[in-house]
């Protein structure tokens, strides 16, 4: 740990706390039954404002290469996730001309989620994943993928071999990167003059608005208001000319960027109007941030209410899903098994598992089926719709689904 605080994009000193969510492990460090027995490394999830720039963020305990080198999350087990994929691969082929001439990159590809629908449409791709253990699976699907973290060198690199793109696609890795400024430097160096970047994240304004605090996990090592990124891209020579709000992970922004020389590109009038909302909303004022604690501590508060008087009333209580955000929220909250019984998951790589520091069994879906809990608690709760129709048979014996964000919710 540091002995000072410094901000990972400005350099400013941090001092200005976020949310304090104790000890806890890496959120994706599932255990297999031999390791139950074994010590597991525990690390402060603190997460701090920096007065200066206002990016909330974490410290780095772990090395991106310790965390995504052989990593447990695979995209495709998602249906709404993939149709989400699809629909934006739709949208941007059409708006940005894409076809056979084309090349699109995609920076943390992941199992090749997104890119096969480019590969469908007969545009080449490339993956840049770290995860060998997941590219392996979007080579399987068709996916050129290249095993490596990206940064400047690998941007470098890439150009040097006449590999400049028409289209550079982020999701969900803008947070996962600790030196932020060499990463968006890469994606500079590796867009063609008249090329686009495109990067979705969760959105820090939704974040606070509906206490989604179980989305602070260790490989989360950012976490951006829009008035933050625009900053971060500037200085990078990188201009944000569209942008949209949209529901994946409990609300995300989906940016288009571009080069600040490119002037084919005009600036849309929304990209003004959320600027505006996130000064309205205090998002330039320290004062904003100091007022979130105490809203995480009131949510920890209801939900171990609910499970403990479910407990005491001879109710069973299950989870479903295996997420990182579940993970926060149990370790946070204390939960252990005599309070939440096991939990299931679709991706086989977590079943079989138990979860790291709660030690929570994680079983195939049909666990539920077998036990008939009293209710299941939704842990990726940004899934809830799906989830409720997958599962509509847990209503058939007056189970009920309940939710733990913004607050303990049963749902109708």
């Excluded at 701090?48 to 052989?70: A, G, K, N, R, Y």
């Excluded at 995860?131 to 470098?156: D, H, I, S």
Aim: a neutral charge; one cysteine or more.
């Amino acid at each position: 740990m540091t002995q000072h605080r410094q901000c990972r994009f400005c350099g400013s000193p941090l001092s200005l706390s976020f949310a304090d969510l104790g000890m806890s492990p890496l959120s994706n460090a599932y255990l297999k039954p031999g390791q139950l027995s074994k010590m597991e490394p525990f690390y402060p999830l603190h997460a701090w404002v920096c007065e200066s720039c206002f990016l909330v963020q974490l410290e780095e305990f772990e090395s991106p290469e310790h965390i995504f080198s052989d990593y447990a999350y695979f995209s495709s087990f998602s249906d709404s996730w993939l149709d989400h994929a699809r629909r934006f691969t739709d949208q941007v082929a059409k708006r940005f001309a894409l076809d056979a001439s084309s090349f699109v990159v995609e920076i943390a590809s992941n199992d090749g989620y997104l890119l096969q629908y480019f590969v469908s449409r007969g545009v080449p791709v490339l993956g840049i994943e770290p995860a060998a253990n997941v590219a392996a699976e979007a080579e399987r699907k068709g996916v050129p993928t290249l095993v490596k973290f990206f940064g400047t060198r690998t941007a470098l690199d890439l150009k040097a071999a006449g590999k400049q793109v028409d289209l550079l696609i982020g999701n969900n890795v803008l947070a996962h990167v600790p030196g932020l400024n060499d990463f968006v430097a890469g994606m500079e160096i590796l867009l063609k003059p008249g090329g686009v970047i495109s990067m979705e994240f969760p959105h820090l304004l939704r974040l606070m608005e509906e206490n989604q605090f179980d989305t602070i996990y260790h490989e989360h090592f950012s976490y951006f208001s829009f008035l933050v990124v625009e900053r971060v891209f500037a200085k990078h020579g990188l201009t944000i000319f569209d942008m949209e709000e949209i529901p994946t992970h409990g609300g995300s922004l989906r940016i288009f960027a571009k080069r600040a020389s490119n002037s084919a590109l005009p600036v849309a009038e929304r990209v003004s109007a959320l600027r505006r909302r996130e000064q309205a909303a205090g998002l330039d004022h320290a004062d904003t941030y100091r007022a979130f604690a105490e809203r995480v501590k009131a949510t920890k508060r209801l939900l171990l209410r609910f499970l403990i008087d479910a407990r005491e009333a001879g109710k069973h209580v299950v989870g479903y899903g295996a997420p990182a955000k579940g993970n926060t929220l149990l370790n946070y909250c204390g939960v252990r098994t005599d309070l939440l019984e096991y939990t299931v998951d679709r991706s086989p790589h977590k079943q079989g598992h138990f979860l790291p520091g709660t030690h929570i069994p994680v079983y195939a879906p049909e666990k539920i089926r077998e036990t008939r809990p009293d209710y299941v608690l939704i842990l990726p709760w940004n899934l809830k719709n799906e989830i409720v129709e997958q599962m509509a048979e847990v209503r058939s014996w007056g189970g009920k689904f309940v939710v733990p964000i913004p607050q303990v919710k049963v749902l109708d």
